[in-house]
């Protein structure tokens, strides 16, 4: 078990910043994973938005957040951010972040997931 702990979302106008944070209670085992993030829509299917390795030398982002969003992970304190810029109503989501084998973008891809944090975009 990999538990995950997402925070930072919150309500937030359109053009606005946020950065969530999803930290994990081991550190030995946050060191072993690629790190994603994905987010949910009401009654949308859970999309991928990016991920980041292991060693977080590489990064991947869904196209409809590239150049806004960034990954990042500070391994001294077992955490992986998302920092998302430029934020638009339609970026409204659950937002959960996942520990995984690789870098994919397949939800099966991943083991372990957090509870979720609600992100809402005002226009």
């Known amino acids: 078990q990999v538990p995950l702990v997402e925070s930072g979302g919150e309500l937030v106008q359109a053009g606005g910043s946020l950065r969530l944070s999803c930290t994990a209670a081991?550190?030995?085992?946050?060191?072993?994973?690629?790190m994603g993030w994905f987010r949910q829509a009401p009654g949308k299917e859970r999309d991928f938005v990016g991920a980041?390795?292991?060693?977080?030398?590489?990064?991947y982002y869904a196209d409809s957040v590239k150049g806004r969003f960034t990954i990042s992970r500070d391994y001294a304190k077992n955490t992986v951010y998302l920092q998302m810029n430029s934020l638009k109503p339609e970026d409204t989501a659950v937002y959960y972040c996942a520990a995984g084998r690789g870098l994919v973008t397949t939800i099966s891809g991943y083991d372990y997931w957090g509870q979720g944090t609600q992100v809402t975009v005002s226009s």
């Open positions: 980041i390795s292991r060693s977080g030398g590489t990064t």
């Open positions: 081991s550190g030995r085992t946050f060191n072993s994973y690629a």
